[in-house]
């Protein structure tokens, strides 16, 4: 049954408070102390799982496949801004076929208590549980907050590899072990510092458990967001350049990383196949040249021909993939065959 919004939450502040980190890190422990801790202050919660929300077949690692992902991801978020968009007295909110019309009715129900267990215009707030390894991922969630003046914030669990492995094994349906290690490797936690609008994210360490202090430090995070709201976007020129060319360095980036993989295994298939040590010597710095020529292109032409704008979405990822695959890959493999071919003709 669809459910229905009171005409008080237009009234009442909210924030989206974003939960990232490897699985098994401690994000569903450290949710439920938040949702303890706001339920003593007033606040009406709801916690926001993306794995239970998004069906498992949903998650693909192929090009094809990796747009619907983002579609039952960029679900969820509409979801929300639906909900929070209401004007009228009572609305029917129907789910988005892309998540889980059970679970999100879930979601919803400690929003939708009766109105003495949470007065008139008691805060909202929104804790999004999902790994989040991509700035990208959780700059969807503050363009959300900022066109509809929420207040937002992030936070970090830091663990470590082998226990998260070691935690995940314990669980009903674990992770697979491969999917962590890539993640791991992927991972590009909040970063204030290269990214200002995650200027308002804490990092806790969930090694052990996490403690009191902990949530009080989550707690305060929250509340300084609800109280400082985001604006929504104005018109910047200058601002939208100098996202693009952040955009562009980011992808160059991510190209370099793994063109140097490649160019790695490269080396190590070429020592297998007996290539002389001469040969290796001069096959390492032209397949970095090879590497420096296509970054070069690959700028050249993403600022060229990427329109770019901060409400868009580059997915950067499938971007550099593209271009590795369909450009760089073809020419590294290329050069080694050159050299192969030259070792067994000696």
């Known amino acids: 049954m669809a459910a229905a919004v009171p005409r008080r939450f237009l009234r009442a502040q909210a924030c989206l408070c974003v939960l990232c980190g490897l699985p098994a890190a401690g994000k569903s422990t450290l949710t439920r102390a938040v949702l303890g801790a706001a339920a003593e202050r007033g606040w009406r919660a709801a916690a926001v799982s993306y794995d239970e929300l998004i069906p498992e077949q949903a998650y693909f690692t192929e090009a094809e496949e990796h747009t619907n992902w983002k579609s039952h991801r960029q679900a969820v978020l509409q979801s929300i801004e639906q909900f929070l968009e209401q004007r009228e007295g009572a609305v029917d909110l129907p789910s988005s076929p892309l998540i889980n019309e059970a679970t999100w009715q879930l979601c919803l129900r400690s929003l939708l208590q009766p109105e003495e267990l949470n007065p008139d215009g008691a805060p909202l707030l929104f804790l999004l549980d999902d790994n989040f390894y991509y700035p990208s ?10 066109k509809l003046s929420l207040g937002f914030c992030q936070v970090y669990l830091r663990c470590d590899l082998e226990t998260c492995i070691r935690r995940n094994q314990s669980r009903p349906r674990p992770v697979p072990v491969q999917v962590i290690v890539e993640m791991e490797k992927r991972l590009d936690s909040p970063n204030p510092q290269k990214n200002p609008w995650e200027f308002r994210s ?52 991510q190209a370099d990383q793994a063109c140097r993989r490649l160019i790695s295994e490269a080396m190590k298939a070429a020592r297998e196949s007996h290539v002389p040590s001469e040969h290796m ?45 369909s450009v760089f890959d073809g020419r590294k493999n290329e050069i080694i065959s050159q050299f192969i071919d030259n070792h067994e003709k000696t």
């Open 202 to 253: 804490i990092s806790l360490n969930s090694t052990n458990d996490v403690s009191k202090s902990d949530i009080q430090r989550v707690i305060e995070l929250i509340s300084t967001a609800l109280n400082n709201p985001l604006s929504p976007a104005e018109e910047n020129t200058e601002q939208k350049e100098a996202d693009r060319l952040k955009c562009a360095l980011s992808v160059v980036h």
């Open 281 to 325: 010597r001069a096959l390492a710095p032209r397949l970095n040249e090879c590497k420096a020529a296509f970054l070069r292109d690959l700028r050249h032409q993403f600022l060229q021909e990427t329109r770019f704008l901060p409400e868009e979405d580059v997915d950067v990822e499938q971007v550099v993939k593209r271009a590795v695959e």
């Open 137 to 146: 991922m959780r700059y969807e969630v503050y363009q959300l907050a900022r």
